[in-house]
């Protein structure tokens, strides 16, 4: 899924900004347009409980910006995580934000939520575990601020 950062314009000049998931762009302008027509709310970027409801009368034009792929063979979580066992577990090692590694850790698939686990030793395996369990709902922000923590991890390695 793709993540990305939907800022309103409004005829009086306010901007509101929200993170949103999408397979494809196209999925997400149609996405957008729904939410728009029906009333729905969106979450503010980065800020927890709080909405924003956007008029489409005030509305001046909608900016779209490509942020994260996460299953992105080349460059996301996913292809952190095909490298091999060494250098993974030097990543993990390297990466003292616990929490951060457990929102990523929670939001994979199982065989990849494994693969992550088996590097870690046994002692932050079960900081890590006791991390996921303790996890609420993680917001869509949280989850691309804990993606890009890790990866700019790898990055330096």
């Not at 409801?53 to 509305?59: A, H, R, S």
């Not at 080349?74 to 951060?100: C, F, M, P």
Request: aromatic content about 8%.
């Amino acid at each position: 899924m793709n993540i990305y950062r939907v800022t309103f314009h409004g005829a009086n000049g306010e901007t509101f900004k929200t993170l949103l998931q999408e397979k494809t762009f196209e999925e997400l302008k149609i996405k957008v347009g729904t939410m728009l027509n029906e009333g729905n709310c969106f979450d503010v970027e980065g800020k927890g409980n709080r909405h924003f409801y956007v008029n489409p009368k005030n509305l001046v034009f909608v900016e779209y910006e490509f942020l994260l792929d996460s299953r992105d063979t080349r460059n996301g979580i996913k292809a952190l995580i095909s490298q091999d066992k060494e250098y993974l577990q030097e990543v993990v090692n390297r990466l003292h934000a616990n929490s951060a590694l457990a929102i990523v850790i929670a939001h994979l698939e199982k065989h990849e939520k494994e693969k992550v686990l088996d590097v870690l030793s046994p002692e932050r395996k079960l900081l890590i575990e006791k991390e996921i369990n303790n996890l609420w709902e993680v917001s869509l922000s949280e989850l691309y601020n804990a993606q890009e923590v890790v990866l700019e991890t790898a990055s330096t390695i």
